[in-house]
């Protein structure tokens, strides 16, 4: 992937306020909360996932009438992130509209993926997996491997499929970023850009790196550079 180095440092961009409503404290039971999204269910209604550094390691919640006046249901652990199954704090969280799953780091466990049912965990991947990010029905995560850093990716069965498919991969793939090693103190970050397709690996560091993919995102192949 290409390598660009920032000269300027990019300020935070503040969020866009949607609603004209005084946020509600949402009681939640699992300790701090370290990540969050949601998917939209319909035009109205929406599903928001959180991961807890607890040993519940998600929760989630539907949301109804969020165009209007949004209505909170209660907070549910989702069942295979349990307790039970003993993943405790996971390093990253996504979630994608199609399948209606998400997916979490789990550490030594890997890349896993499940909706709010009991029965729907699959296992992604198990490598050692650094980042996540979904977009468009795709699946896209880095991995390290020694001194390489690859970028893999995968697109999602949606709904459609059943529950034997939905939320695992194909169209599969994977591309080597770097073999330089990876220097940022913390996890990069995967973004894909909405206007021009391409993919964009974040490294931190001094200077900080950007990796950009030589494809657009529907069209990365192992000769992706």
């Not at 306020?17 to 939640?28: G, R």
């Not at 949004?70 to 405790?88: Q, R």
Request: with cysteine; glycine share 8%; hydrophobic share 40%.
């Amino acid at each position: 992937m290409r390598k660009v180095y920032l000269s300027i440092f990019v300020a935070l961009m503040s969020l866009a306020l949607f609603a004209q409503y005084v946020p509600t404290a949402q009681p939640v039971y699992g300790g701090r909360i370290e990540h969050i999204r949601s998917m939209p269910l319909s035009s109205t209604d929406t599903r928001v996932f959180i991961t807890t550094n607890s040993a519940n390691t998600a929760f989630y919640a539907d949301v109804s009438n969020v165009t209007t006046s949004p209505v909170f249901g209660t907070f549910s652990v989702v069942p295979e992130l349990d307790d039970v199954a003993e993943y405790g704090w996971v390093s990253g969280l996504e979630a994608d509209e199609f399948s209606e799953y998400i997916y979490v780091i789990a550490g030594p466990d890997g890349l896993l993926g499940c909706d709010e049912t009991s029965g729907s965990l699959k296992t992604i991947s198990t490598d050692e997996v650094t980042a996540i990010q979904c977009h468009a029905g795709w699946l896209f995560y880095t991995v390290i491997d020694g001194s390489d850093l690859w970028l893999n990716w995968g697109q999602i069965y949606d709904t459609s499929y059943g529950s034997t498919l939905c939320g695992s991969l194909y169209n599969t793939g994977s591309s080597l970023i770097t073999s330089s090693g990876y220097a940022g103190e913390f996890a990069p970050d995967i973004i894909v850009n909405h206007y021009n397709g391409h993919v964009y690996v974040f490294e931190d560091g001094i200077p900080p790196i950007f990796y950009k993919s030589s494809d657009i995102y529907t069209a990365l192949s192992a000769s992706t550079s």
